[in-house]
C-alpha cells in the first residue's frame, strides 16, 4: 500500500520537511492497512450503485459489529463524534445538565456534551490505566448525595488508546441512582475485559450505550465513521431515527423531531466492514509491536503504557511517558530528535482543561492528566510496520535517553 495516499497530512504521519534530503525512508505514527480484501469490498460496493446511505453494506456492517462487540444493536454514523452526540441525544439529556467525562481524552468525547447544552465534569486520570479515575469521581458524587446536590445527568468512561478503563464502581454507582452510562470507546474497538464483572465483555458493552470511531488512524477505519451500540431496542431504534433527518418512513416527507445527517455510506461500511473482518489480525499485530517496545525500553526509566491484569488492551498508538522528573522541554526534544531521524511520533492530548473552550469546567483533580499529557509521546505502531522499522524507532529512543542518563 502507498503511504503516501494514506491520510498523510495529519501530525505525526508526514516527514518534517527539513528532514526532506535525506534517504531515510519515513516511518509514519499510524496509517490504515488496506488489502484486496478492502479494496474487493469497496468496488463491490461501487459497482452495485448503492454509494450512500442506503445499501446492504450499512446493514451487515451493523450486524457483525453488533455480534463482534456483544451489543444487541449497533446504528452505523458518519462519525463517532456523531454516535456520542446521538448518544446523548436519545437519552433526552437536558440542557445545562452536567456530564462528567475524563480530562484526559480527545476532544471527540466533549464537544457533543457542548452540542446538547450540557456541561462537563472533568475527572482525573488514575496512574495505573490512564483512564478516568472512577473513585475520585464515584467519592465526590457520593458526598453530593450526602449534602443533597444533584448528580450529572449521564457519564462519559473513554477508555484511553485501547486501554479499557476501570469502570465496575462506577457503573453499579449509576446503575443504582439511574445515571446512564455512555462509553467512549472510539479508541478501544478489540479491548476486552478478562476478569472482573465484565470478564469476556468488549470495552463499549459495560454501560448503557458505546460509541466507536472509524476515523482513518483509528484500529480500524471506514475512512471516517463510528458505530453506537446499545442492548436497548428503543434507544437504538431513536437513534437511527434521529441520524437520518427523523424521517418518517413511509410517509411523505414527515420528520416529526429535529434530526441529523449522521447515517454512513454504503461505501464506507464496505471499507468498515473489510476491516472488522481482519480484527483479530490488525489487534495482534498491535500486540507484537507493544511488547518489542515493552521488552526493549525496560529499565531505561521510558514509562510503556498500562498492563493490568484482567484488561486486554489493544495498544492503539503505542504511547510511553518520558522518564518520571523530566518535563515537557526533555518530551519535546525527543519528539524533535525522532523527527530528525524521519520517524513520526506525536504528543499525546492536552488535557481539556487547559483547553479554550473548556477552560472554566468544573473540575476533579486534573494533575495526572497534566502529567501524562506532559510526558507522553505516541510511537510509529502501523500494521505494516515491519521489526526492522520499529528497531529504527527503538534505537532512536535508546540512543537519545542514554544520551542524557
Ligand atoms: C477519535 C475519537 C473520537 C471521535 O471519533 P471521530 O470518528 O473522529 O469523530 C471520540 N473520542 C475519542 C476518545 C477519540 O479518540
Redesign the pocket.
Known amino acids: 500500500m502507498n503511504r503516501s495516499a494514506s491520510d498523510s497530512a495529519s501530525w505525526g504521519n508526514a516527514p518534517r520537511a527539513d528532514t526532506a534530503g535525506s534517504d531515510l525512508p519515513f516511518l509514519p505514527l499510524a496509517v490504515p492497512t488496506i488489502t484486496e480484501h478492502e479494496i474487493a469490498r469497496v468496488t463491490d460496493a461501487v459497482r452495485s450503485g448503492f454509494v450512500s446511505s442506503v445499501g446492504p453494506y450499512v446493514e451487515e456492517f451493523e450486524k457483525a459489529f453488533a455480534e463482534l462487540v456483544g451489543a444487541r444493536h449497533a446504528v452505523a454514523c458518519a462519525?463517532?463524534?456523531?454516535a456520542?452526540h446521538l448518544a446523548f441525544a436519545v437519552l433526552d439529556i437536558p440542557r445545562g445538565a452536567e456530564i462528567a467525562v475524563p480530562d484526559f481524552?480527545?476532544v471527540?468525547?466533549s464537544n457533543p456534551i457542548a452540542y446538547v447544552g450540557a456541561q462537563p465534569l472533568l475527572v482525573d486520570s488514575e496512574a495505573e490505566t490512564w483512564c478516568l479515575d472512577q473513585d475520585l469521581l464515584v467519592d465526590a458524587l457520593e458526598e453530593r448525595l450526602r449534602r443533597g446536590k444533584p448528580l450529572p445527568a449521564a457519564v462519559e468512561p473513554?477508555h484511553?488508546l485501547g486501554q479499557p478503563a476501570r469502570i465496575d464502581r462506577l457503573v453499579e454507582f449509576c446503575q443504582s441512582h439511574g445515571i446512564p452510562v455512555v462509553e467512549?470507546a472510539?479508541?478501544s474497538l478489540g479491548a476486552r475485559w478478562s476478569d472482573g464483572p465484565f470478564a469476556g465483555r468488549h470495552t463499549g458493552s459495560a454501560g448503557t450505550i458505546g460509541?466507536f470511531?472509524?476515523?482513518g488512524n483509528?484500529i480500524a477505519t471506514a475512512g471516517?465513521?463510528?458505530m453506537l451500540t446499545t442492548d436497548d431496542a428503543e434507544l437504538a431504534a431513536r437513534a437511527k431515527h434521529l441520524s437520518t433527518q427523523a424521517k418518517v418512513p413511509d410517509i411523505g416527507y414527515l420528520h416529526d423531531e429535529v434530526g441529523y445527517n449522521y447515517r454512513l455510506t454504503n461505501i464506507a461500511a464496505a471499507l468498515g466492514l473489510a476491516q472488522v473482518e481482519r480484527l483479530d489480525e490488525l489487534v495482534a499485530r498491535r500486540a507484537h509491536v507493544a511488547r518489542r517496545y515493552d521488552e526493549a525500553f525496560a529499565g531505561t526509566g521510558i514509562v510503556t503504557p498500562p498492563r493490568v491484569p484482567g484488561f486486554d488492551a489493544t495498544y492503539w498508538l503505542y504511547s510511553v511517558l518520558v522518564p518520571q522528573g523530566r518535563g515537557g522541554d526533555y518530551r519535546d526534544a525527543l519528539w524533535q530528535h525522532l523527527g530528525d531521524l524521519r520517524v513520526g511520533s506525536r504528543p499525546l492530548w492536552r488535557p481539556l482543561h487547559l483547553q479554550p473552550p473548556w477552560k472554566d469546567s468544573a473540575r476533579l483533580g486534573g494533575q495526572v492528566a497534566e502529567d501524562i499529557f506532559t510526558r507522553g509521546l505516541s510511537l510509529p505502531c502501523s500494521y505494516d510496520l515491519t521489526d526492522g522499522e520499529q528497531d529504527r524507532v527503538i534505537d532512536g529512543v535508546l540512543e537519545f535517553v542514554g544520551a542524557r542518563a
Open positions: 462519525s463517532g463524534t456523531a456520542i481524552t480527545f471527540g468525547s473513554v484511553i467512549d472510539a479508541e460509541a470511531s472509524f476515523n483509528k471516517g465513521g463510528g
